[in-house]
């Protein structure tokens, strides 16, 4: 199994920036696909941005242009820069990522436990 484990959220005012981490650790034999999605509050769970292991990106509209994915593969982490934030993006942030345990590669997917962003003025 893989335990992801974020950090770096908090209270910004809008206009500011932060930047989300989570790594990954545990028993695996591969990494896939890392995420971001976030919760707001009375809201479902959004896809924000998923990057893959050779760094191909995708961003959800609401976000291209103001954050940026990123990973290191040697350890397992996956980074979101947020710039130019709104309350908009205030939210839980989720980290995902897909897996493998062993050689044949069949595939899960793990939370991390989410981190609270909050833009507020």
């Known amino acids: 199994q893989v335990q992801l484990v974020e950090s770096g959220g908090g209270l910004v005012q809008p206009g500011g920036s932060l930047r989300l981490s989570c790594a990954a650790s545990g028993s695996f034999f591969e990494v896939y696909a890392m995420g971001w999605y976030r919760q707001a509050p009375g809201k479902e769970r959004d896809l924000v941005a998923v990057?893959?292991?050779?760094?191909?990106?995708n961003y959800a509209d609401s976000v291209k242009g103001r954050f940026t994915i990123s990973r290191d593969n040697a350890k397992n982490t996956v980074y979101l820069r947020m710039n130019s934030l709104k309350p908009e993006d205030t939210a839980v942030y989720y980290c995902?990522?897909?897996?493998?345990?062993?050689?044949?590669?069949?595939?899960?997917?793990?939370w991390g436990q989410g981190t609270q962003v909050t833009v507020s003025s």
């Open positions: 995902h990522a897909n897996f493998s345990t062993d050689y044949r590669r069949i595939r899960f997917g793990s």
């Open positions: 990057i893959t292991p050779d760094g191909a990106t």
